[in-house]
């Protein structure tokens, strides 16, 4: 990689020059240039590979159109544990989902993640607009079972925005 080259020479900057070069190894293993997996990846090119494809995405540099933020996160989130380190995906949540005012109080979680007692914070919506559940709807083992059923079904992952019931930590 040629921004590893350029800065090799430099004594204080061979740690920055092996994160470069390794920013577009994947978690799996699948990537290049050295085909590193897990947590031989640099631990700055694990965050740096999520940091870059964020804008990306957005930026439209790595699908046909531009994304809004939110699809941008929904595709990072699909590939912890194949592109991206599952923990710098959840730390990425934290920061994107803590920084979202716009919607009210509520965090994204995945299926597996969801206990009874949640209350949706926003609508439950399919990929192909069709809403699911709505917004306050308090989840329930029969509804969690019925959402990770769905989502394996439709081979998805559906985007499910929670806050705890009142009172809970």
Known sequence: MRAEELLMPLEDLRGSA????????????????????????????RILAVAVDYYNL???????????????????????????????????????NSSDTGHGAGVEVLSTELVPGMVLARDMVSRDGLMLLSADHVLDARIIAHVREFEQKARCRLAIWVRHPTGAA
């Open 18 to 45: 092996a994160i470069l070069r390794s920013q577009l190894e994947r978690f799996d293993g699948n990537g290049f240039p050295d085909g590193l997996t897990g947590l031989a990846i640099p631990i700055g090119a």
């Open 58 to 96: 957005q930026q439209g540099a790595m699908v046909q159109r531009h994304l809004r933020a939110d699809e941008a996160v929904t595709l990072i989130l699909d590939a912890a544990g194949k592109r991206y380190d599952p923990q710098v995906v959840a730390a990425f949540r934290q920061v994107v």
